[in-house]
């Protein structure tokens, strides 16, 4: 490692720019001295606009580079990261996203520092990178001597009217910053899309007993009174989800309570194709299975959970759930074309190529909804029916009507107010 007098190859500034203030700017500015590149993670990049996190990953990249000039942003390099439930691999995580990147510009085995400054226990996550030695940044003061945080910036700006909270940020956050948050104070989350009612035939593929009921059973509620037939295809029996109960004993019981829970909301096919809870994978086997699933029911919509990486940016997403989400994305495409597991084409089962919709529950950012107060106590009674599970889980997921009911009414803010359940939608949208 080269003694810090000298600049490193790479210096690293890590924060969420919620916004992006004078003392971010500051760090920054230290970065390129210390670095010959600067290199910006912008954590929380996938979560969903909240009130801690109303800026999307894009727009602070946008706060970043508007406050520097053009030599500095040819030196730039800005890195969205997803927060993860667990800082080795969050760590783990970064640190591959920067060698990454420093590699794409050619800088091979590169020395790199950590700029920043240990200002209160938010700051923790700098000892997660031993290895980078800490280049220190001395905070920058608001107008009461304090350390600027972008806390109460975020607080004053939502808080007080607009022109009062814009004015008291002047000498506080960089020009540019002003200028992009006058012009996003217009800006609104766009409303949730209307979900597609011209189908006749829906098959949810989930990894696990419980997965459809944590929301989108609502919706197969109302699917079911409108006259639609829904079958269930469960990846697993769930027999690896409960310490305590042997998984020969657990995928027993897992399964019955699965029956139970889709009698409630109308269904009363529910197939299991019995991969090991735990440990599937998005393998070709697993692609044929769920294609002889689509060719035999013949759905125009097809329901399943969030394939993506990350639970809204903040929790690590199990592989059942990522792999089952894309094996089934995957598995359309291969239900549709006779050369691909042609063995299982005969008799009453022909290529299928009339999925007009994939829908994914549990989406960090959804596109479209349906309103489901009529179905909302069928949709908790049927979360009520993984008694066993339940009671094993504890927590706030545990109590089926506040966190389904808590759900709805979020979900409605961006749907007129109406109790909803959301998708984002893959096909004809």
């Known amino acids: 490692m080269k003694p810090l007098g000298e600049p490193a190859e790479a210096a690293v500034v890590i924060g969420r720019f919620q916004p992006f203030h004078n003392g971010h700017l500051a760090l920054v500015n230290r970065a390129l001295l210390a670095g010959k590149w600067c290199v910006v993670i912008v954590g929380s990049s996938q979560e969903s606009r909240t009130d801690r996190n109303p800026f999307t990953a894009g727009e602070r990249i946008e706060m970043i580079a508007g406050a520097l000039g053009e030599a500095d942003r040819e030196r730039l390099i800005v890195l969205p990261v997803p927060d993860?439930?667990?800082?080795?691999?969050?760590?783990?995580?970064?640190?591959?996203?920067?060698?990454?990147?420093?590699?794409?510009?050619?800088?091979?085995?590169?020395?790199?520092?950590?700029?920043?400054?240990?200002?209160?226990?938010?700051?923790?996550?700098?000892?997660?990178?031993?290895?980078?030695?800490?280049?220190?940044?001395?905070?920058?003061?608001?107008?009461?001597?304090?350390?600027?945080?972008?806390?109460?910036?975020?607080?004053?700006?939502?808080?007080?009217?607009?022109?009062?909270?814009?004015?008291?940020?002047?000498?506080?956050?960089?020009?540019?910053?002003?200028?992009?948050?006058?012009?996003?104070?217009?800006?609104?989350?766009?409303?949730?899309?209307?979900?597609?009612?011209?189908?006749?035939?829906?098959?949810?593929?989930?990894?696990?007993?419980?997965?459809?009921?944590?929301?989108?059973?609502?919706?197969?509620?109302?699917?079911?009174?409108?006259?639609?037939?829904?079958?269930?295809?469960?990846?697993?029996?769930?027999?690896?989800?409960?310490?305590?109960?042997?998984?020969?004993?657990?995928?027993?019981?897992?399964?019955?309570?699965?029956?139970?829970?889709?009698?409630?909301?109308?269904v009363d096919t529910v197939e299991f194709l019995d991969h090991r809870d735990g440990t599937i994978e998005n393998t070709v086997a697993l692609r044929r299975d769920i294609a002889g699933a689509i060719r035999r029911h013949r759905p125009q919509l097809i329901v399943t959970l969030n394939h993506e990486d990350t639970w809204f940016g903040v929790r690590w997403n199990s592989p059942d759930h990522r792999n089952t989400g894309r094996a089934v994305l995957d598995a359309v495409g291969d239900a549709g074309n006779r050369w691909i597991h042609p063995e299982q084409i005969g008799g009453m089962v022909e290529p299928w190529d009339g999925v007009r919709w994939v829908a994914i529950s549990g989406a960090a950012n959804p596109t479209h909804a349906m309103a489901i107060e009529p179905g909302l106590e069928r949709a908790i009674a049927s979360l009520e029916a993984h008694a066993t599970y339940l009671e094993a889980l504890g927590g706030p997921m545990a109590d089926a009507r506040s966190f389904l009911t808590g759900m709805a009414q979020a979900t409605g803010e961006r749907f007129g107010g109406r109790l909803a359940t959301s998708f984002k939608l893959f096909g004809e949208v």
């Open 84 to 266: 993860l439930n667990d800082e080795p691999r969050w760590a783990q995580l970064v640190q591959r996203e920067v060698l990454d990147a420093l590699t794409e510009r050619g800088v091979e085995r590169p020395s790199i520092v950590l700029v920043g400054h240990f200002k209160d226990p938010s700051s923790d996550y700098l000892r997660a990178f031993p290895e980078w030695p800490l280049v220190h940044a001395e905070p920058v003061d608001d107008a009461q001597g304090s350390a600027l945080h972008a806390t109460d910036l975020r607080e004053r700006y939502f808080d007080l009217p607009r022109a009062e909270a814009l004015a008291s940020f002047v000498g506080l956050m960089p020009s540019t910053t002003l200028d992009f948050l006058r012009r996003w104070q217009n800006t609104s989350v766009p409303d949730l899309l209307d979900m597609p009612t011209d189908f006749d035939r829906v098959l949810a593929v989930v990894a696990h007993p419980d997965d459809l009921e944590y929301g989108a059973s609502a919706a197969v509620a109302m699917w079911t009174d409108a006259g639609k037939t829904v079958s269930y295809l469960l990846i697993s029996r769930g027999e690896a989800g409960i310490d305590g109960i042997e998984p020969s004993e657990c995928g027993r019981l897992r399964a019955a309570e699965q029956v139970a829970a889709a009698a409630c909301v109308g």
